[in-house]
Nanobody, 118 residues
């Protein structure tokens, strides 16, 4: 089992910044990717960003240029730096831990609320 501990959500004003963190622990895969999804009320969960163990980042079009994903491999932690926040970024953000060499999510974090006020 893999446990994902998220932190860093909260309230921000439009144009502001927040940084989310997700620390993975437990029986980790030898190679893995981690990332972030989000879900706003009434909407489906949508992809935000993904980072492979080799450092290849994929960012959703909706947030490209504003959000960046990075990692501290020694800490098994992935970060989502969110800049120039917009009210439409308001959602619950979920950390994702992918199956090896796959785009299938094997484990989900519990979610952290991000609220952006106008």
């Amino acid at each position: 089992q893999v446990q994902l501990l998220e932190s860093g959500g909260g309230l921000a004003q439009a144009g502001g910044s927040l940084r989310l963190s997700c620390a993975a622990s437990g029986r980790l895969f030898s190679t893995y990717a981690m990332g972030w999804f989000r879900q706003a009320p009434g909407n489906q969960r949508e992809f935000v960003a993904r980072l492979t163990g080799g450092g290849v980042a994929t960012i959703a079009d909706l947030v490209r240029g504003r959000f960046t994903i990075s990692e501290d491999h020694a800490k098994n932690t992935v970060y989502l730096q969110m800049n120039a926040l917009k009210p439409e970024d308001t959602a619950v953000y979920y950390c994702a831990y992918y199956s090896p060499l796959s785009t299938d999510v094997a484990y989900w974090g519990q979610g952290t609320q991000v609220t952006v006020s106008s």
